[in-house]
């Protein structure tokens, strides 16, 4: 989009002269761009609120101390919007200074009418072509951000709806449930379908870092600060600013910790480790735990006054054997992911298709993709079979005794099907008989998920 689109474009002109600000006004305004001037940068202040800008033109001495650090400091009222110095005295240190800080350009009076043209041109075209690219980003995001979190069961679609409810909002959101169950997949589509899109997605295992090491790490620390600290480093608190910041398992972040990150909650701010200037944050924090917080603060192990601030919205995720139903479509899923990757077509064979169904995967869905790509990944010609499954999962396959094969050859007394029916009953009874009624011991000594041996049982009416 440029000038000549269909909106007028909005320049807001800071500058202390009334005289630059009447020329420069009049300029502006006959080659079609709608003009606001604002003599401080209180006035400043008030106009940017009132007037949607698209570029900013801003004198680097303004009133009333006329100090260009002030107004470099005041930057920030301009967020979001490009911003060209103007100077009268041509000072490039403080001008490119400036520049680092996020101005887009600078320009030295007295100003040529033609150079300031095309400056201004170029700068909002781009920032135009910002507004849209991030536009564009969000509307992909809400299209695929929660579809990132798969399946068909009541529970996922439960959990695809509160995504797409809660991502445009600041609210803070704790995940709950097993490991393994696509807590950090809920966390990032979160941010992708947010207006933080565009900033860092940072991602803290709190129980990773080992617990002296954790505050610098996330606060970041001054030249000095201990033994070792030779310059200055940023925290991850830092990086997140615009952002996002997931705390994964905060049920394990130490209880000093827990202080300070309460008091960043509270106040957005918060110093480095040895240092003494205040930070000031803009973050929203997903956190997420598959222990029992509420548990914890009742044991005293976690603060409660932090438990209520992380809360906000609790999203729960289920075991996979809580929503079987999504075992096939998470599947595909992947073998659509690995295939892009391996640049092959795979396939799943219906038995392979069945064991994966019927296995219980204690790490849930990530234990469930790790093991469709390692059996992938030893298939031939892509189509998984259960002699690809046999080779990584021997203990896991239910094996028929070796017998004669006449044994279970077709005869008069009945199908093939028939009697492998019976050696099915009978080794499901001798499972049962050995573990005393127990299924899920006997569904271990099958190498079938519980689910699939009750589903043996109903089916033969055991």
Not at 93 to 120: C, M, R, T, Y
Not at 135 to 151: F, P
Not at 282 to 309: C, H, M, P, W
Request: hydrophobic letters at 40%.
């Amino acid at each position: 989009m440029t000038e000549n689109s269909h909106r007028q474009q909005r320049i807001l002109l800071v500058d202390d002269e009334p005289a630059f600000r009447e020329l420069a006004g009049r300029w502006l305004a006959k080659h079609d761009y709608h003009v606001r001037s604002a003599g401080s940068l209180a006035q400043a202040e008030q106009a940017i609120a009132e007037f949607d800008a698209d570029l900013v033109l801003l004198d680097l001495s303004m009133p009333p101390s006329f100090d260009p650090q002030e107004t470099l400091q005041a930057m920030g009222l301009f967020a979001g919007r490009p911003v060209i110095i103007i100077t009268g005295h041509a000072d490039r240190e403080l001008a490119l200074k400036a520049v680092e800080l996020g101005a887009w350009d600078f320009i030295a009076k007295p100003i040529d009418p033609e150079l300031l043209a095309v400056v201004v041109r170029r700068a909002i075209t781009k920032h135009t072509l910002e507004k849209e690219l991030n536009q564009l980003k969000q509307v992909t995001a809400k299209v695929q951000g929660a579809e990132t979190y798969i399946g068909h069961s009541q529970n996922a679609q439960m959990i695809r709806g509160l995504i797409e409810r809660i991502a445009p909002t600041d609210v803070r959101v704790l995940v709950t449930g097993p490991s393994g169950t696509g807590k950090e997949v809920i966390s990032r589509a979160l941010h992708d379908m947010s207006h933080r899109s565009s900033k860092a997605f940072v991602s803290v295992h709190c129980g990773a870092i080992p617990a002296e090491l954790l505050e610098s790490e996330l606060f970041g620390y001054v030249k000095g600060a201990f033994t070792g600290a030779e310059k200055d480093k940023v925290g991850l608190l830092s990086l997140a600013d615009g952002g996002t910041l997931f705390l994964d398992e905060i049920g394990e972040m130490p209880l000093a910790m827990q202080v300070k990150l309460l008091r960043v909650l509270q106040e957005g701010t918060f110093f480095p480790v040895g240092g003494r200037e205040q930070k000031h944050i803009d973050i929203r924090v997903v956190s997420a735990t598959n222990a029992d917080l509420f548990a914890k603060v009742q044991a005293g192990s976690f603060r409660e006054d932090l438990y209520y601030r992380i809360k906000g919205v609790n999203i729960e995720t289920q075991a996979l054997t809580e929503r079987l139903e999504d075992v096939p479509v998470l599947l595909q899923a992947f073998l659509k992911h690995l295939e892009n990757q391996q640049s092959r077509s795979l396939q799943l064979i219906p038995e392979a298709m069945q064991w994966f169904r019927d296995q219980t995967w204690q790490g849930n869905v990530r234990e469930l993709r790790n093991a469709l790509e390692s059996v992938a990944s030893i298939s031939p010609t892509g189509r998984i079979t259960m002699e690809d499954i046999q080779l990584l999962y021997p203990n896991r396959v239910v094996q028929l005794p070796q017998s004669h094969p006449s044994e279970y050859a077709t005869n008069s007394d009945g199908t093939l099907d028939e009697q492998v029916r019976e050696l099915e009953i009978r080794l499901i009874h001798q499972a049962l008989t050995h573990h005393q009624g127990n299924r899920t011991q006997a569904a271990k000594q099958l190498g079938i998920s519980r689910q699939g041996l009750i589903k043996k049982i109903e089916r033969y009416g055991l």
